[in-house]
């Protein structure tokens, strides 16, 4: 699957923005995809991470983006979404849209892989008055 990110900019803290994360070559909903991000002088942080079992939707967020951040799915457009709000300068870094495999994973599966198989390119978001 080729996974195609968009979205980032400059927003002031406290605001809103929309990623979006454009699918081809395969079906994301056969995939646990989501989003990872570096920060500057950083290593890569799983952000959020949704799977689907039949009607069932897990969703994963690390532990400074609940109740911020919400992703989903549109699976009519094959695209992911990250839905970023009360952003803070700590938010700022570049996003990446990655997907694994969802048939490598057990019934249920609720977190971000590890070692996501396929990256799209990232997105800038940077976050500063």
């Known amino acids: 699957v080729q996974l195609q990110a968009s979205g980032g900019g400059l927003v002031q803290p406290g605001g809103s923005l929309r990623l979006s994360c454009a699918a081809s070559?395969?079906?994301?909903?056969?995939?646990?995809a989501g989003w990872f991000r570096q920060a500057p002088g950083k290593g890569r942080e799983a952000v959020s991470c949704?799977?689907?079992?039949?009607?069932?939707?897990?969703?994963y967020y690390g532990d400074s983006m609940k109740g911020r951040f919400n992703i989903s799915r549109d699976n009519a457009k094959n695209t992911l979404y990250l839905e970023m709000n009360s952003l803070k300068p700590e938010d700022t870094a570049v996003y990446y849209c990655?997907?694994?495999?969802?048939?490598?994973?057990?019934?249920?599966?609720?977190?971000?892989?590890?070692?996501?198989?396929?990256w799209g390119q990232g997105t800038l978001v940077t976050v500063s008055s």
């Open positions: 990655v997907a694994d495999w969802l048939g490598d994973y057990g019934l249920g599966y609720n977190k971000c892989p590890s070692a996501p198989g396929f």
């Open positions: 070559g395969g079906t994301l909903d056969d995939y646990v």
């Open positions: 949704i799977s689907s079992y039949g009607f069932i939707d897990y969703k």
